[in-house]
Each structure stands twice: as C-alpha cells, then as structure tokens.
Nanobody, 123 residues
Framework: QVQLVESGGGLVQAGGSLRLSCAAS????????MGWFRQAPGKERQFVSA????????SYADSVKGRFTISRDSAKNTMYLQMNSLKPEDTAVYYC????????????????WGQGTQVTVSS
C-alpha cells in the first residue's frame, strides 16, 4: 500500500499563493504517477493536475493552467502544487492520489488517496 499525506492548505486572499505538499510512504516504487484533485462543497471531486513520477511530465485542468504548477521530488517521495493567482472558486478540499499506471485525469485511475487539505480563498 501507499500512504499519502497532504499539507500546506490554509486561508489566503484572492490573488495570493499557496504551496501544497503530498508526502508518499509505503510501496512508493509502485507509483507511476501522482495527481491532485479538489472538491468544493456540494460539488463532485474534479481533476486539477497530475505528473508522471519518473519523467515529470505534467498535466493540468484548463481551469488552473497558467496559475498552478505541479512538481515532484522523487528523492523525498513528495509532490507539490504551487498555486498562484488564487481565486475564490479555487476554494475546495484538495486531495492527492497515486496511480500505478498512466497519468490519469479521472478518479478511477488512482489507487490511493490522501485525507485532503482545505484551501480557502477569500474575495
């Protein structure tokens, strides 16, 4: 199994920045890709970004492209999401997840999930 722990969430004003981290432990050699999803109150969980673990190729949802940057430190088994120019509509619980194959953009492609970290953007 893979254990994932997110950190870095908080309250920020619109236009501000936050950096989320996701630390992986356990069977980390099984990780092919990792991703970020978010879920706002009353809405379904949606894809935000993903990255292939070895090559580092990123993938972004259109809603965050140009504002968010995903990265990973393989030596630390940690993935990051740098979020700039935050908007109130970015408010959500952010989850990280790991996948054994592919670089999925849907929940179904991921095998393990973290508990989530709250991001609140005030207007």
């Amino acid at each position: 199994q893979v254990q994932l722990v997110e950190s870095g969430g908080g309250l920020v004003q619109a236009g501000g920045s936050l950096r989320l981290s996701c630390a992986a432990s356990g069977r980390t050699l099984s990780i092919f890709a990792m991703g970020w999803f978010r879920q706002a109150p009353g809405k379904e969980r949606q894809f935000v970004s993903a990255i292939s673990w070895t090559a580092g190729y990123p993938s972004y949802a259109d809603s965050v492209k140009g504002r968010f940057t995903i990265s990973r430190d393989s030596a630390k088994n940690t993935m990051y999401l740098q979020m700039n120019s935050l908007k109130p509509e970015d408010t959500a619980v952010y989850y990280c997840a790991s996948a054994r194959q592919g670089v999925p953009r849907t929940e179904r492609g991921y095998n393990y999930w973290g508990q989530g970290t709250q991001v609140t953007v005030s207007s």
